[in-house]
């Protein structure tokens, strides 16, 4: 597959160069007319499953993603992507998630694969859905049944402060000094605001992701580091590729750039695994590091299923809206939740932190691995990463005596709130996005793990 490897970065930079800043952003709007959108509000505004879910006919294989974030600068992100697919049925449209981003139409691209070279097939039309999110390629023939296309596109993004999608946290270093870093949080429906997707779990695909940083700070992903190159004309900036990834959801894809410091360690079969942290408080995540992969490797043999990626990675954000996300090879976690200071924390944030390190590792197999087909099933997910924690943090610190506590904590909680009027079934009909994120409550995680746990009773 061949991409231009200039895709308008350098001419802006060279104009910053000269003293002229690139553009501050004002407002991040997409470039199409709002079109007449397909889905039709209930009486709560929402619109149904149906009509927010992607059409069936393409099915994405593999996507390339190249990101420049000025996590220094005005914080605009230069943005290209190339997903590959195969259409399931004949189309002449290609549809996809995406949300806040500005693209060039000019740059949009379709190639079809078939045969010996790649054939260019033309758009007709490009058109935005802003109800269901919706970016449609209208093309000039219809897309054959079997075959493989391939999507490019050159886009504009921001990180923005409202811990979603691809986003800016801050922190202050010990000479008071303001310092930024990027961050991911896509769980259910924001990487589309990162770059364009299939923007629905069971649409799984590899990722080949590609960070552009400044020299002093440092970038993650999923996968472990594969190349570091110069970007082209531009002086301290480096261009870091990462192995491809796994077949994923598009929700577990993460990135991260940041200067942050890192205590490296092994688990199970020689996993690296590392916990990263503000310099300056990379020391009170040593016990994070010691339990975290200690967990990881237990649950290695008590799955009696290997750590499916090459690494772990474990970073302390500052400002994060959950307070952990397990992204696959790549979790973050709210900092408060998980430093820990053995002469100044209580026992309670011990056990605290044990609960989320736990919740989220489980996660990469149940949820990561074997992933719901929808939303509706997420207590499934949640349900069995909240039993299973106890299980691992019991492993890790028996004194905590967490898999006696789990009948209080988790039990007694779901009954209590089940008792209340703004109670609901644990599998719930959701489609739109703001229905998505509604379901992420309390009844998912503790009724769903009393579920887990009647059902492991019965087998
Ligand atoms: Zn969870």
């Not at 802006?12 to 039709?40: H, M, W, Y």
């Not at 097939?121 to 449609?136: L, S």
């Not at 410091?261 to 020689?270: E, L, N, V, W």
Request: with cysteine.
């Amino acid at each position: 597959m061949s991409y231009n490897e200039d895709f308008h970065i350098i001419p802006l930079l060279r104009d910053k160069a000269n003293g002229v800043d690139i553009q501050p952003f004002t407002s991040v709007e997409t470039p199409f007319s709002a079109g007449e959108s397909a889905g039709v509000p209930n009486s709560s505004g929402a619109i149904s499953e149906a009509a927010t879910r992607l059409p069936l006919s393409l099915k994405p294989l593999h996507y390339l993603i190249r990101l420049q974030p000025f996590v220094n600068g005005n914080f605009s992100v230069f943005g290209y992507m190339e997903v590959e697919m195969e259409a399931l049925e004949p189309t002449s449209n290609i549809t996809l998630h995406m949300l806040d981003i500005i693209t060039k139409n000019n740059t949009v691209k379709v190639l079809h694969s078939g045969g010996v070279e790649q054939r260019q097939v033309g758009i007709k039309r490009h058109h935005y859905d802003p109800v269901r999110q919706f970016y449609v390629a209208h093309m000039d023939e219809e897309l054959i049944k079997g075959e493989r296309y391939t999507l490019q596109m050159e886009f504009l993004g921001y990180l923005n402060d409202q811990l979603r999608g691809f986003y800016r946290s801050t922190y202050r270093d010990d000479d008071g000094t303001t310092k930024y870093l990027a961050v991911t949080h896509f769980q259910p429906t924001h990487a589309r605001r990162a770059f364009p997707c299939f923007d629905e779990p069971a649409l799984k695909a590899t990722f080949e992701v590609h960070l552009a940083r400044e020299t002093w700070m440092t970038s993650l992903s999923n996968m472990p580091l594969a190349e570091t190159r110069p970007v082209e004309g531009q002086e301290g900036w480096v261009w870091d590729r990462f192995e491809r990834s796994v077949p994923m959801s598009t929700y577990l894809v993460a990135f991260v750039v940041s200067d942050f410091s890192y205590i490296p360690s092994t688990s199970g079969k020689d996993t690296l695994f590392r916990m990263w942290a503000q310099p300056s408080a990379i020391r009170h995540a040593e016990y994070v590091s010691e339990v975290g992969s200690k967990i990881l490797a237990f649950y290695e043999s008590y799955f009696n299923v290997s750590y499916p990626l090459p690494k772990m990675d474990m970073v302390a954000v500052p400002d994060i809206a959950v307070r952990g996300m397990e992204n696959w090879g790549l979790i973050t976690m709210i900092d408060r939740s998980i430093l820990y200071d053995p002469d100044v924390d209580s026992a309670n944030h011990k056990d605290t932190l044990l609960e989320v390190v736990a919740h989220e590792l489980a996660h990469q197999w149940f949820g990561n691995l074997v992933t719901p087909r929808w939303w509706d099933d997420l207590w499934l997910n949640e349900g069995f990463a909240t039993f299973v924690a106890y299980i691992g943090s019991t492993y890790a610190e028996p004194s905590l005596k967490k898999m006696e506590k789990f009948t209080i904590e988790r039990l007694h909680k779901a009954f209590e709130i089940d008792s209340l009027e703004t109670s609901h079934q644990i599998s719930v009909p959701v489609g739109d996005p703001s229905e998505i994120s509604e379901i992420f409550d309390r009844i998912e995680y503790n009724k769903g793990s009393q579920e887990v746990v009647s059902f492991c009773m019965l087998v």
